[in-house]
Every structure is written in structure tokens, then in C-alpha cells.
């Protein structure tokens, strides 16, 4: 017990601080309250608001192009299984049914 004693002061010497005050400085190093803060303030500014804002703009710009062609309808066996139906409406449709996009298990329903 008395050895380790001696040896952390002779550290503490040898880096002529005490113990208690190697133990602050380590500490503090840890928060960066001021250095950390800056840093994502910069990010949120200079990374995050741009990257939404040409999202937006993609969005935006894809949008401006219309109708978009539905794919053509195969009956995969694996898809669109209705083993109960559904709570609402006929039991068919899900819930955010599109009846442009989304075919039902026999196929489109304008078709």
C-alpha cells in the first residue's frame, strides 16, 4: 500500500503537479464545453441545414416532372398475400392504398 503511495508521488512529482490536480486536468478535458458546442453549432449550420435544403430542392425538382409510369403488374405468387383481410373499407385495400400505383392481388384496379 505504502509502495503505490510512493509511486504515485513520485509521478506527480515528475510531472510537477499533485495528485489532485492531475486528476482536474484530465477531467476537464473530457467536457469541452466550449470547443464542443462551436463545433456543432459549425455543423448544423455549414452540414445538416444545407444537406436539407438540396433535399428540398431535389424533391422540388422531381416533382415538377408529372405522372410517373406505374410498372407493369405480374402476379408473383410471394406478393401481395392476403392470408385475413384487412379491418377497413372491403378488406382488400391497405391502408394508404394509391389505386394508381398499388395493384391489388388481381391486378390494377382500373384495368
Known sequence: MAAAAVSVSRL???LGRSGAQL???MS???HGEEGSARMWKAL???VALPGVGVSMLNVFLKS???EHERPEFVAYPHL???SKPFPW???NHTLFHNSHMNPLPTGYEDE
Do not use: K, Q, V
Request: proline letters at 0%; aromatic letters at 10%; hydrophobic letters at 20%.
Open 12 to 14: 506527480s512529482g515528475l
Open 23 to 25: 486528476g482536474r486536468s
Open 28 to 30: 476537464s478535458g473530457a
Open 44 to 46: 448544423t449550420y455549414f
Open 64 to 66: 415538377r416532372h408529372g
Open 80 to 82: 401481395r398475400i392476403r
Open 89 to 91: 373499407g372491403d378488406g
